[in-house]
């Protein structure tokens, strides 16, 4: 459990970080660390050098304006779980944080690391994608804004070119009808789960007007559920019909916990219990 | 020389300052205080796993496998070695009244999660408690004892704080 020969550069800005990663396209960024160096320890990745950018004050900020919260790059999750603004107008997400690992890694670990990383079982990447977020990349050739559902293609693949890096994720600011509904079914406190779900409701006249349903820990990347969102929109919850549907929009790639029949399982029921959750 | 496998850092460790010492790129913190003779920093998974190894950087817990040597240049670190004050001490003496060890190996990383939750000054009920300390594993108590243990550490700690 020792990691591979590398080395290590502090950058200073933004700027100097990209300069350094186009200069070296093995190198890779650090942030937190939390994912990247279990995965060094255990030799599952070899880069030539780590940029350490957890020192950059730009990527430390969060903040409010008229349409978005911003959340920097290497703010941690602890420090986002401690945050006003989060706790009054994004307080889902300090539900969401309790689940990802235990107080010593939230210490260190960052929400751009989480959401840059594309862990298909982590709950951030999940959370970005129902919330419509908007990812911040800038490069050598300037600033760009992807949104996430644009963001994830395939396993731990992600739109982050080369030289680009991750600076800050912007979230919706939620309207007074939109609701943010949370559940993960899991083996052991803090460890990834079986089957995960994030909901984005609207609701009109006391009924679901529209619903963005997205599973996490069921395939390569995160999972919108569109047309189990429509009929549940028409016809509400039924077990198999449900089930049913899910099995037609989810990999369900099986893991080590579960197999594909379980995560179907597990999908369908966490569909019930967010719904449960919705108290409409 | 310092070139980027090979980094120049200075931080404080237990009160101790160290200057401009040479840390490996690739050492993670935890191999790193131990080759400094403070064995008390537990090695067990070294993939941020089990939580034996868990140190205090700029008054937060975090894993000591997890960090390199060379991310803490600066930082103001504290390790089982360094939990003696009169607070830490008397939370030794809960642990030792409770049974809340037996081998030992836990009990460092497990000390130094304690620290962190009193230094938070509220509250916790046992099923906080339990969470509080989901991070780290202990083989042996089956952690009741431990709960135990901490329970009453932060009950004479608020008191303590109440009494001014």
Sequence with gaps: MKSPDFGYYEASSIEDAIKFKSADDESVFLAGGQSLIPALNMRLSTPSCLIDISKINELKNISIDDHFISIGASVTHSEVLQNKIILEYLPTLTNVLKMVAHPAIRNKGTHGGSIAYGDPAAELPAFAVALNAEITLVGLKGTRTVSANDFYYGLFETEIKDDEILTNIKYPLLKSNQKIIFDEIYRRHGDYAMAGLIANIEILHSKIDNLKLVFFATGIKPEVAIKTSNFIIKDGYNYSKIKDILKTELDLDADLNSSSEMKLHLATILTKRILKLLEI | ?164
Aim: include cysteine; charge should be negative.
């Design chain 2, 1 to 164: 020389m310092q070139d980027n496998k090979n980094i120049k850092i200075s931080f404080t460790v237990n009160n101790e300052i160290f200057d401009n010492v040479m840390v490996s790129s690739r050492q993670h913190l935890g191999d790193y205080l131990r080759s400094l003779g403070l064995t008390g920093t537990h090695l067990g998974c070294e993939q941020g796993a089990c939580g034996a190894c868990t140190v205090e950087v700029d008054g937060k817990a975090v894993r000591s496998c997890l960090i390199l040597s060379s991310q803490v240049n600066g930082s103001v670190i504290r390790t089982i070695e360094g939990l003696d004050d009169p607070l830490m001490e008397k939370v030794k003496e809960t642990f030792l009244k409770h049974n809340a060890l037996q081998c030992g190996f836990c009990s460092p990383g497990m000390l130094i999660t304690t620290k962190e939750i009193l230094n938070q000054k509220k509250h916790f009920n046992r099923e906080e408690i339990r969470s509080e300390i989901s991070g780290n594993y202990c083989r042996c108590t089956g952690y009741q004892s431990i709960v135990d243990a901490i329970e009453e550490s932060i009950t004479t700690n608020m008191k303590e704080i109440n009494n001014g």
